[in-house]
C-alpha cells in the first residue's frame, strides 16, 4: 500500500472518530451553559425564596411552585389519556387488526407524530378550548385540561410506535403456546403477551411522559398562563403554567444577564435534569434489546 | 385450579376487544378529523397570492411569502451542518467504534440529546450561538440550534441504514484490497444511501416545524423583506402560525387556517417524500 493512502486513512478515521464523539461533546455543553447561566439564580435569589408559590417576576417573585405543579397536573392529565389509548392502539394493531388494517394504520399515528405541535395548540386554541368552556361550562376553556388532551394527543404516536414495537417482537410461539393450552384470544393478549412484551411497553410510556413533559408550544398556547398553585383536584379545570411555556413567554422579554434571565435557565436546567432522568432510565431497559433503541429514535 | 366464580371466558374476551377497539376508534378518529378538518378549512385560502405575497395590513391580509423562505432558509441552516455531522457519526458508530462503554457513553448520549426539551435548546442557542459567540438573533443561531436538535435523528437513522449492509460486502472489498475507507465510501455508503437520505429528511422534517428552539434564535415576528443574508432574522411558517394565532387581534380566521395548511403540507410533504425512498428502495435491494 502506498503512503498517501495510509496518511488519508489515518486523517479520515481521526475526522470519524471526533464526529463519533459530537453528540457526547455536545450534551457537556448544554449542561455547562444551562449551569453557567443558571446556577447564579441560586446567588441572586435565595432557595426558600425559590420554592415559594408565588410566581411575579417584575415585583422579584420568584417562586417556581406554581410553574412545577403546572407541568405536572398537565403532564399526569396527559398520561391518563396516552396509556389506556396508546397501549389500547398498540394492542389493537398489534393483536387484533387485519394485517391490511396495520399496514394503513400504524403510519397514520406516525403522521400525527410528525404534526407541529403548533398545529395542534392551534387547533386547541380554536376549537377544542371553546368546545370545553361550552360543554363543561367553565369561566375559560383555557385550562389545564385542554393542555393535557393536546398534550395526550402529542405522547400516543411515540407511546404507540414503542409499544406496537415491543408486542410484535414477542415471539410468534409464545401466543402458539397460549392458544394451544386453552387459552382464549383475550386470556392470551391479557396474561402472555402483554407481559412479555412489558419492558417495551414500559420504555414506551417514559418516553411519552418526556415528550409530553417537554413540550412547549401547545401547552403555552391553551393552558391560560396563569401560575397559580395546581393542587387541589378542581385544578384540572383552571388556567395553569407550565415550566416550558414561561420560559418561552418570559425569555424574549428578559434583559440578558438579569436575576429573571437566570432564573428562567436554571428552569431550563430543571427540565433538563428531568428528562436526562426519565431517558437514562428509560434507556436501560433499551439497551437490553438495541434494535429497539434504534426505532426509538427514528 | 381454584375459581371463587365462573365467568364465561369468551364474554370475557368479547368485553376486551371492544374496549381495545373503542381505544383505537378513540385514537383514529380526532387523527383524522384533525387533518381533514385543517385541508378542509385551509384549502380556500391558498392561492397564488398568498403563496407568492408579503403580508400587508399588519399581517391580516396579503401572503405569507417570507414565512415559507425563511422556513426553507432555516431547513437548509440545519442540513448544512447537521447532515455531515450525523453521518461521520453514524460511519463511526457502525464502522468503526468498538462495543466498549465509550461507545456507551455515545449512545446514551445519542438518546439524552434526543430527549432534550425543545425549548432547552432554544435557551442553549441563546445562550451559545447568539450571546457567546454573538451571532445575533439569525438564521445562523437558529440553524446550528436546530442542528443539534436533529442530529441524533439523523445519527441513528443512519446507522440503522449502515448496519443494514450485509458484512460479506465489505469482506469482499477488503479483501479485492480496499483499505477501510474506500470500503466505506464506494460499497458501503453507496448501499446504505435511500436509508441515509430518509433518516436525513425525517430529521429536516422535525426541524422546520419547530417554534421552540428558534424562538429566540432567530425568528422575527415581522419583516418588511426576505432576509439577504445568514445574520439576518427571518420570519418562519411555525412561529408565524404562532404569532397570527395568538398576538394579533381580529386575524381574519382564513389566513390563520391557510398558514397551518402550508406549514403541514411543507412538513408533511417531506415526510411522504422519505417514505417513497424508502419503499422504493426496499422494493429495489437485492439482499
Known amino acids: 500500500m502506498d503512503k498517501s493512502l495510509n496518511w488519508r486513512e489515518t486523517i479520515i478515521t481521526a475526522v470519524v472518530k471526533t464526529c463519533g464523539y459530537s453528540a457526547v461533546v455536545f450534551v457537556i455543553l448544554i449542561f455547562f451553559f444551562l449551569l453557567r447561566e443558571g446556577l447564579p439564580a441560586l446567588v441572586e435569589v435565595k432557595l426558600g425564596d425559590l420554592l415559594t408559590t408565588r410566581w411575579y417576576p417584575i415585583e422579584n417573585h420568584f417562586g417556581i411552585l406554581p410553574l412545577l405543579t403546572g407541568s405536572l397536573v398537565v403532564t399526569a392529565g396527559a398520561m391518563l389519556i396516552a396509556i389506556p389509548f396508546g397501549i389500547g392502539t398498540a394492542v389493537f394493531l398489534s393483536e387484533i387488526a387485519p394485517r391490511w388494517m396495520r399496514e394503513v394504520l400504524k403510519p397514520l399515528v406516525e403522521l400525527l407524530g410528525g404534526l407541529p405541535s403548533v398545529v395542534l395548540g392551534f387547533l386547541g386554541i380554536l376549537l377544542l378550548s371553546p368546545f370545553l368552556r361550552v360543554f363543561l361550562d367553565l369561566p375559560t376553556g383555557l385550562t389545564a385540561l385542554a393542555g393535557a388532551l393536546l398534550l395526550g394527543g402529542i405522547a400516543i404516536p411515540t407511546t404507540v410506535s414503542i409499544a406496537e414495537d415491543a408486542l410484535d417482537s414477542v415471539p410468534q410461539s409464545y401466543r402458539e403456546g397460549a392458544l394451544a393450552m386453552g387459552a382464549t384470544k383475550w386470556q392470551t393478549i391479557w396474561r402472555v403477551t402483554l407481559p412479555a412484551a412489558r419492558s417495551g411497553v414500559l420504555t414506551a410510556l417514559m418516553l411519552g411522559i418526556g415528550r409530553t413533559i417537554g413540550e412547549t408550544m401547545a401547552v403555552m398556547m391553551v393552558t391560560g398562563n396563569a401560575p397559580v398553585m395546581a393542587i387541589k383536584l378542581t385544578s384540572i379545570f383552571s388556567p395553569v403554567r407550565t415550566m416550558t411555556a414561561t420560559i418561552a413567554a418570559e425569555m424574549g422579554e428578559v434583559a440578558n444577564g438579569s436575576t429573571h434571565y437566570h432564573v428562567l435557565f436554571l428552569i431550563g436546567l430543571v427540565l433538563f435534569l428531568i428528562s436526562l432522568a426519565v431517558n437514562i432510565t428509560a434507556s436501560s431497559v433499551i439497551f437490553k434489546s438495541r434494535k429497539r433503541a434504534e426505532r426509538v429514535l427514528s | ?287
Open chain 2, 1 to 287: 385450579m381454584k375459581r371463587r366464580f365462573r365467568v364465561d371466558r369468551y364474554l370475557v374476551q368479547r368485553l376486551g376487544f371492544a374496549l381495545i377497539t373503542l381505544a383505537a376508534v378513540l385514537t383514529f378518529v380526532p387523527i383524522i378529523g384533525v387533518f381533514g378538518y385543517i385541508i378542509a378549512k385551509g384549502a380556500p385560502a391558498i392561492s397564488w397570492e398568498f403563496l407568492s405575497a408579503m403580508p400587508s395590513d399588519g399581517m391580516r391580509a396579503g401572503g405569507i411569502l417570507p414565512a415559507i423562505v425563511g422556513t426553507f432558509y432555516l431547513t437548509l441552516g440545519t442540513a448544512v451542518f447537521s447532515v455531515p455531522l450525523g453521518i461521520a457519526a453514524a460511519i463511526y458508530l457502525a464502522e468503526y467504534a468498538k462495543e466498549n462503554w465509550v461507545t456507551r457513553l455515545i449512545r446514551i448520549a445519542i438518546i439524552n440529546l434526543a430527549g432534550i426539551p425543545s425549548v432547552v435548546y432554544g435557551l442553549f442557542g441563546l445562550g451559545v450561538f447568539v450571546l457567546f459567540l454573538k451571532f445575533g438573533t439569525s438564521i445562523l443561531s437558529a440553524s446550528l440550534t436546530l442542528s443539534i436538535m436533529t442530529l441524533p435523528v439523523i445519527i441513528s437513522a443512519a446507522e440503522e441504514a449502515l448496519r443494514a449492509v450485509p458484512q460479506s460486502f465489505r469482506t469482499v472489498s477488503i479483501s479485492l484490497g480496499g483499505t477501510r475507507w474506500q470500503t466505506i465510501r464506494k460499497i458501503v455508503l453507496p448501499q446504505a444511501l435511500p436509508g441515509i437520505i430518509t433518516g436525513v429528511i425525517l430529521g429536516l422534517e422535525r426541524a422546520a416545524g419547530e417554534t421552540a428552539p428558534i424562538l429566540f434564535t432567530g425568528a422575527a415576528f415581522f419583516l418588511p423583506r426576505l432576509p439577504g443574508s445568514p445574520l439576518d432574522a427571518t420570519m418562519a411558517l411555525p412561529y408565524h402560525l404562532f404569532v397570527i394565532s395568538t398576538q394579533i387581534p381580529e386575524m381574519p380566521i382564513q389566513i390563520q387556517y391557510g398558514t397551518a395548511l402550508v406549514l403541514i403540507i411543507f412538513v408533511l410533504g417531506m415526510n411522504l417524500i422519505a417514505t417513497f425512498i424508502r419503499s422504493r428502495a426496499r422494493a429495489k435491494r437485492q439482499w
